[in-house]
């Protein structure tokens, strides 16, 4: 049986990706395996530079005055390195999720916080609108997709001050003026590769302005001049990254996946609007292209969609406990396909009801 595999991450891969790392875990050079080369050999270093000049280009910035690292600690070790290096006194926060708020928290510990708007009290189905970001503060933090709720921002405010942004869940997904962010930082386990590596995009002149002693390996400055080597980097989940960066060039780069992840979204969306057994969750200008959020109307139909999703092969569909209902989520290598699996299923149940 074939698996369309819906998992909000780690999440599914080209095969071809797969194919190829598969075979370097086995024999990547000269019998040795990727797993054990040393990561201060020639052929890991020509991967982490090609790695990190294809996240630049990929984003168009390239020559710009941006430098790329692979990190380790996910997003989350993120939440705490922003501030470190950014904040001296206050820090903006736009609040639309989960992560957002965990973000807030982190930075509360460095200095103050303000929330510039919030759609907590909505349970976060809608992306606040109308605020303004203030120029006497020392950076502007933003989450552009949350995972959870199935909301993504459309457009990003005007800055006076350095803007951050948490794209671990969109990143590479659609075109954006990307040089629009002074530092970016993502996961890889949503659009980037394997779960281990954290890719961050940070433009060089806003570092070196807080006046606390930053602990070294937290330093981007100091893993800048490291070239993201400080320690030992997770050498399978960047070989594997390179990959899919290669994978979406050759694709014809961001601008090609758009129109295959418009396509997904349109797919997954209209049938959602149109069937009477399904409620979107997030509000209709904020729906998320990567994560699609719905509910059943009916939750005496719950066992037989499941029934009927398990045995079309569709994993991991479940959405988050704190929203409920289904989460499909359709990162850049999810083919069009597995969402047609999907929706025809949902269909299948409004007939069979």
């Not at 430098?67 to 736009?94: C, D, H, P, W």
């Not at 509360?108 to 919030?118: D, K, P, T």
């Not at 295959?260 to 997954?268: R, T």
């Not at 083919?335 to 009801?353: F, H, T, W």
């Amino acid at each position: 049986m074939k698996r369309h595999n819906f998992s909000a991450g780690p999440c599914i891969l080209p095969k071809e990706v797969m194919l190829k790392a598969s075979e370097a875990v086995l024999d990547f050079d000269n019998g040795l395996s990727i797993l054990e080369i040393s990561h201060r050999s020639k052929s890991f270093v020509d991967i982490m530079e090609k790695s990190r000049s294809l996240a630049l280009e990929l984003l168009g910035l390239e020559g710009k005055g941006y430098k790329a690292l692979f990190l380790q600690g996910g997003a989350s070790t993120q939440f705490l390195m922003v501030a470190l290096n950014l904040l001296e006194k206050r820090a903006a926060y736009l609040n639309t999720g989960t992560w957002s708020d965990k973000a807030i928290q982190e930075a509360r510990i460095y200095g103050e916080v303000l929330e510039v708007a919030s759609s907590k009290d909505a349970n976060f189905n809608t992306i606040p609108k109308g605020y303004t970001v203030p120029s006497d503060y020392d950076y502007f933090h933003c989450t552009s997709n949350n995972t959870i709720f199935g909301t993504q921002m459309k457009s990003f405010p005007k800055c006076n001050i350095p803007m951050v942004c948490d794209m671990s869940s969109d990143i590479f997904s659609r075109k954006l003026d990307y040089s629009q962010f002074d530092l970016i930082y993502a996961g890889a386990q949503k659009n980037i590769g394997p779960a281990g590596a954290t890719l961050v995009v940070v433009r060089e002149d806003i570092l070196g302005k807080v006046s606390r002693k930053i602990p070294s390996i937290m330093d981007y400055k100091m893993q800048i001049s490291k070239d993201s080597m400080f320690n030992t980097p997770p050498v399978f989940s960047i070989y594997t990254s390179m990959l899919n960066m290669e994978w979406l060039k050759d694709l014809g780069g961001i601008s090609a996946i758009e129109k295959e992840n418009n396509k997904k979204a349109q797919l997954i969306y209209s049938e959602i609007d149109l069937n009477p057994l399904f409620n979107g969750y997030a509000k209709n200008e904020d729906r998320s292209k990567m994560n699609a959020t719905f509910t059943l109307t009916n939750q005496k139909l719950k066992e037989t969609f499941e029934t009927m999703l398990d045995e079309e092969g569709i994993n991991g569909l479940n959405g988050h406990r704190s929203v409920g209902g289904y989460r499909a989520s359709m990162y850049n290598a999810m083919p069009l396909e597995s969402v047609g699996v999907l929706v025809d299923i949902m269909s299948d149940l409004e007939r069979k009801a």
